[in-house]
């Protein structure tokens, strides 16, 4: 057996440390296995979101860490919530998120191909091995549980010819009802007796369609006393005559989850298969039926984590779908959405939710992550990579009354001061020009530096200037400032190192182009929304506000994906509503805001 290397694509990178992979060291060390083989197994019944996001990186991460693979399946075995739609979706999130760092470990397999039959050592034995490192592969696809129908109709008959299985007559009602409570025993089924002949012969009508839905289902038999609910005899197959997305109408009998995960991580030669800490309960599950049927190749282990908790965020799939339908949201992909196509809609990279998963870190106990961390890994990765740009969310016009009418100046700005070789641009500079509404006050309180009547900011890049006039409209608000300039105060003037206590960001009027931007923020008011009877009540009214920006003109050729900062603003990024002649922003996050907090010490 040659014992597998642990790899880090990176050689500069610290791999993280937790206690499922110590278990993956350790069984490397001990050269357990040939190969360390993980999966990431969604149900196509919504979209993913950031919680399936760490699920990913953990998977993927060991997989890419230990010199392993993580196959990408579809648990597409409840065929009345499932949809081509989020199957599609799921692949292309994963890729997403994944490419570039892990798609090197991702397995796929070809395209409608099922398990091979295979005899070892006088045993049927089924398996389906992954193709590694095509992700992009047109020939190949992910894996899905409904491939595997026909191999899990024989274990579940094999089950049966060992006296291990039962059909049950027990509607889905009485079956809960029978199966008690932890701390009471539950009742046999009167059917938990039948013979091997007439539990097959049974199984094998529900399987041709005879029964109505709900009619039968087949029951492992195991304990009806057990301290664990889940192994009071569960339900393997269900009656469900209903077209299913990818095997069509093939079926009317459908596995549960827990009888197709164990057996879908087997056929697949998982060896490591990782969930979060709900399906701790579901593990003696897991392992007798692996136990129970007749298995020559080495059985696969589950392990399980505590899955993410966020703040200001609900992560049920049930809830998200009642914000989609119900109009709280524009979608699936509304950037004030946890879903992972949420998060790149607002301009989240994969590396900060990649560094955001690393950062919180594996373990065996629930809790709740701050959603500060989530901002500080976005803020940290965009602060390296986004281009600066100018651009006024609220213009408030300027006049430079001393400035010539007709000159316009170019004047050089920093792409980006973590990237001295992204290097400098042009940005024009003229006598009118546009400022930050809320970078004038008429009258400010003590700790305010900003523009004042009668005091003095640098506009950045360009040169110091004071306000002279402030023009007003019919309702008392100013609309319109006029100022003078120290024209010896630009870089490589005689006044150029003057000091003054700010300097503000401002657009040129005359070359400013225009943009609807999106001005995101948490979505509910409250750090626990799920805590709350009616959680909806606690959504934030002020989750999303429009207004209509100036910007300078490079930013006419925003490209989709790239990050801006606004200076001084927040980082933005261009939505896929934009058109031609029509721009819209996104903003991501907001920077840090030194003024903020000088306005809470104001309101105390």
């Known amino acids: 057996m040659?014992?597998?290397?642990?790899?880090?694509?990176?050689?500069?990178?610290?791999?993280?440390?937790?206690?499922?992979?110590?278990?993956?060291?350790?069984?490397?060390?001990?050269?357990?296995?040939?190969?360390i083989h993980t999966r990431f197994p969604p149900?196509?019944?919504?979209?993913?979101?950031?919680?399936?996001?760490?699920?990913i990186c953990l998977n993927f991460g060991i997989a890419r860490e230990f010199g392993g693979v993580c196959n990408l399946r579809m648990d597409d075995t409840n065929p009345t919530k499932e949809d081509v739609e989020y199957v599609r979706a799921i692949c292309e999130d994963v890729r997403w998120l994944i490419r570039g760092w892990a798609d090197h470990c991702l397995g796929l397999k070809p395209r409608g191909q099922t398990p091979r039959t295979v005899p070892v050592n006088g045993l049927t034995d089924y398996h389906l091995p992954p193709v590694v490192g095509r992700p992009d592969d047109d020939t190949l696809e992910p894996f899905f549980a409904s491939d595997y129908f026909e191999q899990l109709y024989q274990f579940a008959l094999q089950l049966i010819r060992k006296g291990k299985a039962y059909v049950c007559d027990l509607s889905p009602e009485e079956t809960d009802r029978y199966r008690g409570a932890p701390d009471r025993p539950g009742r046999e089924s009167p059917w938990r007796n039948r013979s091997i002949e007439e539990n097959l012969d049974l199984f094998q009508r529900m399987r041709a369609g005879e029964f109505p839905d709900g009619a039968r289902t087949l029951r492992a038999r195991i304990d009806m006393a057990s301290p664990n609910v889940w192994?009071?005899?569960?339900?393997?197959?269900?009656?469900?005559?209903?077209?299913?997305?990818?095997?069509?109408?093939?079926?009317?009998?459908?596995?549960?989850?827990?009888?197709?995960?164990?057996?879908?991580?087997?056929?697949?030669?998982?060896?490591?298969?990782?969930?979060?800490?709900?399906?701790?309960?579901?593990?003696?599950?897991?392992?007798?039926?692996?136990?129970?049927l007749d298995l020559p190749r080495p059985r696969p282990r589950q392990y399980e984590f505590a899955r993410l908790n966020l703040s200001y965020t609900v992560l049920s799939k049930r809830k998200l779908l009642q914000l989609v339908r119900e109009g709280h949201v524009r979608g699936w992909d509304d950037p004030r959405l946890p879903t992972i196509r949420g998060l790149r809609r607002r301009g989240v990279t994969p590396e900060a939710l990649r560094n955001f998963a690393y950062r919180i870190g594996i373990t065996k106990y629930d809790g709740l992550t701050d959603v500060a961390v989530l901002e500080h890994a976005i803020r940290?990765?965009?602060?390296?990579?986004?281009?600066?740009?100018?651009?006024?969310?609220?213009?408030?016009?300027?006049?430079?009354?001393?400035?010539?009418?007709?000159?316009?100046?170019?004047?050089?700005a920093v792409n980006n001061p973590e990237d001295p070789g992204a290097g400098t641009r042009p940005v024009p500079f003229c006598r009118e020009l546009y400022i930050e509404q809320d970078d004038f006050m008429e009258n400010p309180p003590p700790?305010?530096?900003?523009?004042?009547?009668?005091?003095?900011?640098?506009?950045?890049y360009a040169y110091i200037i004071r306000c002279d006039e402030v023009i007003k409209d019919e309702h008392g608000q100013p609309i319109e400032l006029r100022c003078t300039a120290d024209l010896e105060s630009k870089t490589g003037g005689r006044n150029a190192q003057r000091k003054v206590k700010s300097a503000i960001h401002w657009v040129s009027a005359r070359h400013a182009v225009p943009a609807e931007c999106r001005l995101y923020d948490r979505l509910f008011t409250v750090p626990e929304p799920d805590l709350h009877e009616d959680w909806k009540s606690v959504l934030n009214p002020a989750s999303l506000e429009i207004v209509q920006a100036r910007c300078e003109p490079a930013l006419a050729e925003a490209r989709p994906e790239e990050p801006y900062q606004f200076e001084r603003l927040g980082y933005f990024v261009l939505d896929p509503d934009s058109a031609p002649g029509r721009l819209v922003f996104n903003r991501t996050i907001t920077l840090k805001d030194a003024w903020a907090k000088e306005r809470q010490k104001i309101a105390r």
Not at 9 to 29: K, L, S
Not at 43 to 55: C, D, F, M, R
């Open 2 to 35: 040659t014992k597998p290397t642990a790899e880090v694509h990176n050689p500069n990178e610290v791999p993280p440390n937790d206690f499922i992979r110590e278990i993956v060291r350790q069984h490397v060390a001990e050269g357990r296995y040939q190969r």
């Open 43 to 55: 149900e196509p019944n919504g979209y993913l979101h950031i919680g399936h996001a760490k699920s």
């Open 231 to 292: 192994m009071r005899d569960p339900v393997l197959y269900r009656i469900r005559h209903a077209e299913h997305h990818h095997t069509g109408r093939s079926w009317c009998i459908y596995p549960t989850y827990d009888f197709a995960h164990c057996l879908s991580d087997y056929i697949e030669g998982v060896t490591h298969s990782i969930c979060t800490l709900e399906f701790e309960v579901h593990r003696p599950l897991y392992d007798w039926i692996l136990e129970n």
């Open 380 to 412: 940290d990765d965009l602060n390296r990579r986004a281009l600066r740009r100018l651009a006024v969310l609220r213009p408030l016009r300027l006049v430079i009354t001393n400035y010539p009418e007709d000159q316009v100046e170019e004047l050089p």
């Open 447 to 460: 700790q305010f530096h900003r523009l004042r009547p009668g005091g003095e900011v640098r506009l950045k």
